[in-house]
């Protein structure tokens, strides 16, 4: 993700690393600016195959995506990276009521849930993983295509 972001806002995909690892301050520093949140979907799973396939996951306790938007009153966008991700956070705004029949978005593109009073845009974006079989330009192409909704 972070080769991702560097490309998109710096130009250089190795922005946020430094010494051959990620640059946490750099990147906390970033997200601060930007108003940019991390969350995992899920925060409980196991892995079911010895490779990094999120196919494989089994997901035992997803994110608590209300409490999540109750802290976050201005948050008014919300992206995944990956089908699973995907599939996981619209099973629990399904299940939250949020959602109704929502079905997921196409790579690159977003559908609209509200909730409580407020229309948040859910974003299906690619997998960040370099084990994901797409280059970064590619992976930059769909990400560019949010960056509007967080500047």
């Given at each position: 993700?972070?080769?991702?972001m560097g490309l998109i806002f710096y130009n250089n995909p190795l922005y946020f690393i430094k010494e051959k690892a990620?640059?946490?301050e750099r990147?906390?520093?970033f997200c601060k600016e930007k108003g940019i949140a991390l969350y995992d979907t899920a925060m409980r799973i196991v892995?079911?195959?010895g490779n990094a396939s999120d196919k494989f996951l089994e997901?035992?306790?997803p994110i608590d995506i209300e409490n999540v938007l109750t802290r976050l009153p201005g948050c008014k966008t919300v992206a995944v990276t990956g089908q699973k991700a995907g599939e996981t956070l619209l099973e629990v705004i399904r299940e939250n009521g949020y959602a109704g029949k929502l079905s997921l978005?196409?790579?690159?593109?977003?559908v609209t849930f509200l909730f409580r009073e407020r229309t948040v845009k859910l974003y299906r974006m690619p997998s960040t993983s370099r084990a994901y079989p797409m280059s970064l330009e590619k992976k930059a192409s769909y990400y560019r295509t949010i960056i509007p909704t967080l500047l």
């Open positions: 993700m972070w080769r991702i990620f640059d946490k990147i906390t520093t892995r079911g195959s997901v035992l306790q978005p196409a790579m690159g593109n977003y």
